[in-house]
């Protein structure tokens, strides 16, 4: 399959706690967006890179939010001290910097906080 | 805050087609229409995008008025594998793709 893949599917943890997700792209696709998703709303924007560089973030992204691209090609989005607030799927899409560009969404994070 | 206006839901009897509106009354020159769908608890899927001119592809067709102002997402034989939530967006190039609340379809038997 080579398609966008996110790893974990699933997170429960505690208040407090700090949680790491991880998203590969589509291979030859320069960009990568992290999206957040609550329940029956569409999926909201929180940050985008592309190759390494972090080009534009959400107000949406709060100082407890860091997501890095080191070498272009995976990601890794970290919250750190989660709130019950941060309970969410959290979404991973990837795409080509064209005028017609289409983004490709991985299956999602979804995060439980307790 | 999404440029695009969809009814919250709609029914559609399996093996119908379904056709699924979408207002965007301030689309400009350069923006695309896209729609994606997304079946629960999945990531959205890609179907189709259009500028001016309809679309078709294995998914769907798209049909946009000659005006630019409303479009019209048709899946010519639904089946309830189609029953999902579904979101039209205008983008142009630079800009963010901002999903509103979608209209969720279900296809019944």
């Known amino acids: 399959d080579t398609g966008v893949s996110q790893d974990p599917r699933h997170k429960i943890t505690k208040r407090g706690q700090n949680v790491t997700f991880r998203c590969d792209p589509i291979s030859e696709h320069n960009r990568l967006y992290w999206y957040r998703q609550t329940l029956g709303q569409g999926p909201e924007f929180l940050t985008y890179f592309q190759n390494e560089a972090q080009l534009e973030k959400s107000r949406l992204l709060s100082d407890r939010f860091s997501a890095e691209r080191p070498k272009g090609s995976f990601s890794t989005l970290e919250i750190q001290r989660t709130e019950q607030g941060d309970s969410a799927m959290y979404l991973c899409a990837s795409s080509l910097a064209t005028e017609q560009e289409t983004q490709y969404f991985g299956p999602g994070t979804r995060l439980l906080v307790l | 805050d999404a440029k695009t206006t969809q009814p919250p839901s709609m029914d559609c009897a399996e093996g119908r087609a379904a056709n699924l509106p979408c207002n965007h009354s301030?689309?400009?020159?350069?923006?695309?229409v896209y729609w994606y769908r997304q079946i629960h608890s999945q990531g959205p899927q890609y179907i189709i995008h259009?500028?001016?001119n309809n679309e078709t592809n294995e998914m769907a067709s798209l049909i946009i008025t000659e005006d630019r102002k409303s479009s019209t997402l048709i899946l010519p034989h639904a089946t309830l594998r189609d029953t999902a939530v579904y979101y039209c967006i205008v983008r142009a190039y630079g800009q963010n793709f901002v999903f509103g609340p979608g209209t969720r379809l279900s296809v019944l038997p």
């Open positions: 301030t689309i400009s020159g350069n923006e695309y």
């Open positions: 259009g500028l001016k």
